[in-house]
């Protein structure tokens, strides 16, 4: 498999969902764990979504509603967000724009990722930290 950084036609490659296979990068590792479960979709119309749940045991609810401490646990470590994305050729990076998050700090944030692709692989790498998500096509 060979890694390319992104040009401007892998704009139709990159729509599909894609499974998370592994993480890289201790403050990733340890804010989703080993190994986390997740998900991302690109559509051909500039949309996003990202769920990225975290690989440890959380509590039940007891009952209907969490208590503080369950609802706490329920969040932590859990990544969700949807908005839009653009993808830049000349700079190998795809930059999502966070229009709903899990996280209200998030929101209305640009996030932008060097992505490098191959046909059935993508990983993201923050262009600010050496930390990457590796994500596999869903067929």
């Known amino acids: 498999m060979t890694l390319q950084k992104g040009h401007v036609d892998d704009a139709q490659r990159l729509v599909g969902t894609w499974r998370l296979v592994s993480i890289a990068g201790s403050r ?12 991302l979709w690109y559509d051909d119309k ?3 979504a990202v769920q990225i749940m975290p690989d440890r045991k959380r509590s039940v609810y007891a009952a ?20 839009t994305y653009r993808l830049d050729a000349e700079k190998g990076t795809v930059t ?19 992505q490098f692709l191959s046909e059935d692989t993508i990983v993201l790498m923050p262009v ?10 869903v067929r």
């Not at 999502?96 to 209200?104: A, E, L, S, V």
């Not at 600010?128 to 096509?137: F, H, I, K, P, V």
């Open 64 to 83: 209907a509603l969490p208590t503080p401490d369950e609802a706490r646990d329920a969040l932590l470590g859990y990544t969700a967000y949807f908005g």
């Open 46 to 48: 500039g949309r996003m």
């Open 96 to 114: 999502h724009y966070r229009t709903g998050n899990i996280n209200p700090g998030g929101l209305g944030q640009f996030v932008r990722r060097y």
């Open 28 to 39: 990733l590792a340890e804010y989703h764990g080993e190994n986390p479960t997740g998900l």
């Open 128 to 137: 600010e930290s050496n930390s990457g998500l590796t994500w596999q096509r």
